[in-house]
């Protein structure tokens, strides 16, 4: 898990850096664009720092691990969004949003990062889809008390055998654990 929360702000970091490298090796060099791939990685350096002082308090302290805080459902989206940009544009993926500004309340780094991998998920769902008509769709509404989060893509959904793993108890309960916020 901890690797798994780690890799993926540290392959951004290496991903915006070779896309800086090969934006400024082109003839004219593409400076602004440059600019802006050094900004997502170091966005992303800053995210790596975070998720590793959080599993640090995580080891040292257990009981005192979870930052539990409110938090706006929409900021979040939105900060995933902006980290997500450059792959989204790449993949020219439309992303449709509608919030309800809804509150809950969780570790922002753990919401974020939850966030980040559904949305990370939903993308790479979408690589059999037509460039012209990937879309995702992220929603925030309210659901017997609790803010409830979705994440829907237009990709060609689980295979059966996914399906079954998904519906296995070991994952149904953590399944629902993250989808009530």
């Known amino acids: 898990g901890m690797a798994h929360e780690l890799n993926q702000p540290l392959s951004a970091v290496i991903t915006n850096a070779q896309a800086a490298q090969r934006l400024l090796d082109d003839d004219p060099p593409e400076v602004d664009a440059a600019r802006g791939a050094m900004a997502q990685a170091a966005a992303q350096g800053r995210r790596a720092a975070v998720v590793v002082a959080r ?3 995580r080891v040292e302290t257990p009981a005192m691990a979870a930052d539990i805080q409110p938090v706006l459902l929409d900021a979040v ?16 993926v ?7 500004h809804l ?14 991998n ?3 998920n939903a993308m790479h769902s979408l690589d059999g889809v037509n460039p012209a008509s990937r879309q995702l769709w992220v929603v925030a509404a309210p659901e017997m008390g609790h803010a409830v989060l979705t994440v829907t893509d237009n990709g ?5 055998e996914a399906l079954l793993r998904c519906r296995s108890e070991e994952h149904t309960s953590e399944l629902q654990s993250l989808a009530y916020l």
Request: glycine letters at 2%; aromatic letters at 2%.
């Open 118 to 120: 559904l949305l990370t």
């Open 156 to 160: 060609p959904g689980l295979s059966e």
């Open 103 to 116: 509150s809950a309340r969780a570790d922002v780094v753990a919401l974020e990062q939850i966030v980040h």
């Open 77 to 92: 989206v939105a900060r995933v969004l902006h980290l997500l940009e450059p792959e989204l544009t790449k993949l020219a």
């Open 94 to 100: 439309r992303v449709s949003t509608d919030y309800d």
């Open 55 to 57: 599993l640090r308090r």
